[in-house]
């Protein structure tokens, strides 16, 4: 079952992502870097088991984050990219502030949301840190060795850059990120388990991006038309 909502989400998530470029051009791929990164940071606490992997299920999400900057770097410019990243970089720190102030507030007696905030939150300050240093560090690798395959190739095999760019830093990012959140939760054998596995259905999620890269490079939002 979990296997069937792996691709389920990969379909939602990526096709989600051409809509917002669709409607918004260049703006909309940008928003969508910041949207997922503050999504992902939420629900990557929870792990499921995928194909007897144990994966966390933010894995879809961050992982669109690396489709959205090849598509910036495809269709626009490495500068677009880059802003991207720090528009990343930039939720991911209100995503802390915010809900470490919305933890100091004294509930009332009627409250009923404050323990399981607790409970989610405060594991996902140090998850949201170690998330925010991995995110920036990858995405500003993954961009530079697109565009270096993009240079060195004249612009041919996009599926080359795309899929060494993503894999390399994908997988990188996931096994600091792993121990950076994790470590002293978990003991080091199920990092590794948790890391190991989730670089595997990363890999599968970066070699699946492809298609909708290549898609991406052929819509064109409407004020982007009327330019050409």
């Known amino acids: 079952m979990n296997i069937l909502i792996l691709f389920i989400e990969i379909v939602v998530v990526f096709g989600v992502l051409l809509l917002s470029k669709k ?4 703006v909309g791929v940008i928003s969508w870097v910041g949207i997922a990164t503050v999504l992902a940071n939420i629900i990557t606490a929870k792990n499921v088991d995928i194909g007897g992997l144990s994966v966390a299920i933010g894995t879809v999400l ?3 984050t690396f489709l959205a900057t ?3 770097s495809e269709c626009y410019s490495k500068k677009d990219a880059k802003k991207a990243v720090y528009i990343g970089l930039f939720s991911n720190i209100i995503l802390i502030v915010s809900t470490q102030i919305a933890l100091w507030y004294i509930p009332s007696k009627f409250d009923y949301a404050q323990e399981a905030m607790k409970t989610l939150f405060s594991l996902n300050l140090r998850i949201s840190i170690a998330s925010a240093v991995m995110y ?6 993954d961009i530079f060795i697109f565009n270096k395959i993009k240079d060195k190739m004249n612009g041919r ?3 080359i850059r795309n899929n060494v760019s993503t894999i390399i830093c994908n997988c990188i990012e996931n ?6 959140a994790f470590w002293g939760i978990y003991d080091f054998k199920t990092i590794l388990i948790i890391a190991g596995s989730t670089s595997v259905i990363e890999t599968v999620v970066a070699i699946l991006d492809t ?4 898609m991406a490079r052929k819509i064109k939002h409407g004020d982007e038309i009327e330019q050409l």
């Open 175 to 180: 096994f600091f990120f792993i121990g950076l």
């Open 70 to 72: 090849d598509i910036l």
């Open 23 to 26: 409607l918004f051009g260049k």
């Open 136 to 141: 920036f560090i990858s995405n500003i690798a």
């Open 62 to 64: 961050f992982a669109s």
């Open 157 to 159: 095999h996009l599926w």
């Open 211 to 214: 298609p909708f890269l290549y």
